[in-house]
T-cell receptor, first 114, second 112 residues
């Protein structure tokens, strides 16, 4: 089954404790992206990647890091989480050669930073 | 960068009525405009999209219109059903860049 997966789905942590949210897709998509969703603000893009080893900042990259060492994986790293990073996070992927702008979203990760 | 504004933030309609959600964008270079539906507790899912070389696109009860001159695009849902109740997001993406910009969302409530 074609899908985007994220882990963990729920995470409660404390300020300053490094964490990683994983994202994996099995559709051989080149494009992958991370978003955060906050009430009244819609989805805001954090980082995106056009392919392996190619990443770029989205609209709200501060406080986040990403890496793309393999095509299927695009982890989101919070090196020193703060309470303002409490949010719902979505990973998405798309096939640049097929329908290049059609994004498929993962199930979401709800992060709470105390 | 791009700025996408979406209105209204909430919309309540009677089953069978039509619903219209409007978005404006600021960057004339944007050329791809998707609409996503997000049910409570679920992930956003693409329901329809339009590119800047097209003025209107339909898919059964859903249609999207684009006015490039005025830089706005709209989602039209006809014969609404209770299962259309969800939050709808518009978005914009440019040809020369690979970032997506989303509107703030519209919560649609279809009353039976």
């Amino acid at each position: 089954e074609a899908q985007v997966t994220q882990n963990p789905r729920y995470l409660i942590t404390v300020t300053g404790k490094k964490l990683t949210v994983t994202c994996s897709q099995n559709m051989n998509h080149e494009y992958m992206s991370w978003y955060r969703q906050d009430p009244g603000l819609g989805l805001r893009q954090i980082y995106y990647s056009m392919n392996v080893e190619v990443t770029d900042k989205g609209d709200v990259p501060e406080g986040y890091k990403v890496s793309r060492k393999e095509k299927r994986n695009f982890p989101l790293i919070l090196e020193s989480p703060s309470p303002n990073q409490t949010s719902l996070y979505f990973c998405a992927s798309s096939d640049l050669s097929g329908s290049p702008d059609t994004q498929y979203f993962g199930p979401g990760t709800r992060l709470t930073v105390l | 960068g791009e700025n996408v504004e979406q209105h209204p933030s909430t919309l309540s309609v009677q089953e069978g009525d039509s619903a219209v959600i409007k978005c404006t964008y600021s960057d004339s270079a944007s050329n791809y405009f998707p609409w996503y539906k997000q049910e409570l507790g679920k992930r956003p899912q693409l329901i329809i999209d339009i590119r800047s070389n097209v003025g209107e696109k339909k898919d059964q009860r859903i249609a999207v219109t684009l006015n490039k001159t005025a830089k706005h695009f709209s989602l039209h849902i006809t014969e609404t059903q209770p299962e259309d109740s969800a939050v709808y997001f518009c978005a914009a993406k440019g040809y020369n860049f690979n970032k997506f910009y989303f509107g703030s969302g519209t919560k649609l409530n279809v009353k039976p």
